[in-house]
T-cell receptor, first 113, second 110 residues
Framework: DGGITQSPKYLFRKEGQNVTLSCEQNLNHDAMYWYRQDPGQGLRLIYYSQIVNDFQKGDIAEGYSVSREKKESFPLTVTSAQKNPTAFYLC????????????FGQGTRLTVV | GQQVMQIPQYQHVQEGEDFTTYCNSSTTLSNIQWYKQRPGGHPVFLIQLVKSGEVKKQKRLTFQFGEAKKNSSLHITATQTTDVGTYFCAEDNAGNMLTFGGGTRLMVKP
């Protein structure tokens, strides 16, 4: 089955620790995105990547880092510099050209304890 | 990034009533996409509108793109409990930056 997979589904982190969220897609999509969603809120763009080895900051990139070493993978690291990291994190991918429908993963719910 | 405003933020309706959510921008939009997110789930693509004045229908859902390409609407006729969720509009601009509105949360009373 083609799709986009995020892991883990739930993640607990101690304050001061970095944590990396995984996002893998086998849809052969060029573009990938990371969004943050707080309870009852919309989706805010953290980082996006249009092509391997290239990525751009979104609206709320501070305290986060990403890499795009492979087309299929776009991991997000939540660093200790992120002051309020508890949130639902969504990864998405889309093709270049055409309708460019974005496909989302199931999300990772991160809780700082 | 592009500011896409969505109203209302919440809407309660009785099952069978109609529902509309609006998406507005101060600048011209390249296109507009609509997504639905069920409670506890992830957003799922519904449709994309590209042309000025475009209207598309999916069963009970009607999507419109304004003539000036600065606003869009999603209208649901005769809501059902399965319509519950949050509806988002999003702009996919030329830079591949997919920016979402704040969403409208629809609650349907049976």
């Amino acid at each position: 089955d083609g799709g986009i997979t995020q892991s883990p589904k739930y993640l607990f982190r101690k304050e001061g620790q970095n944590v990396t969220l995984s996002c893998e897609q086998n849809l052969n999509h060029d573009a990938m995105y990371w969004y943050r969603q707080d309870p009852g809120q919309g989706l805010r763009l953290i980082y996006y990547s249009q092509i391997v080895n290239d990525f751009q900051k979104g609206d709320i990139a501070e305290g986060y880092s990403v890499s795009r070493e492979k087309k299929e993978s776009f991991p997000l690291t939540v660093t200790s510099a992120q002051k309020n990291p508890t949130a639902f994190y969504l990864c998405a991918s889309s093709p270049q050209g055409g309708a460019r429908e974005a496909f989302f993963g199931q999300g990772t719910r991160l809780t700082v304890v | 990034g592009q500011q896409v405003m969505q109203i209302p933020q919440y809407q309660h309706v009785q099952e069978g009533e109609d529902f509309t959510t609006y998406c507005n921008s101060s600048t011209t939009l390249s296109n507009i996409q609509w997504y639905k997110q069920r409670p506890g789930g992830h957003p799922v693509f519904l449709i994309q509108l590209v042309k000025s004045g475009e209207v598309k229908k999916q069963k009970r859902l009607t999507f419109q793109f304004g003539e000036a390409k600065k606003n869009s609407s999603l209208h649901i006729t005769a809501t059902q409990t399965t319509d519950v969720g949050t509806y988002f509009c999003a702009e996919d601009n030329a830079g591949n930056m997919l920016t979402f509105g704040g969403g409208t949360r629809l609650m349907v009373k049976p």
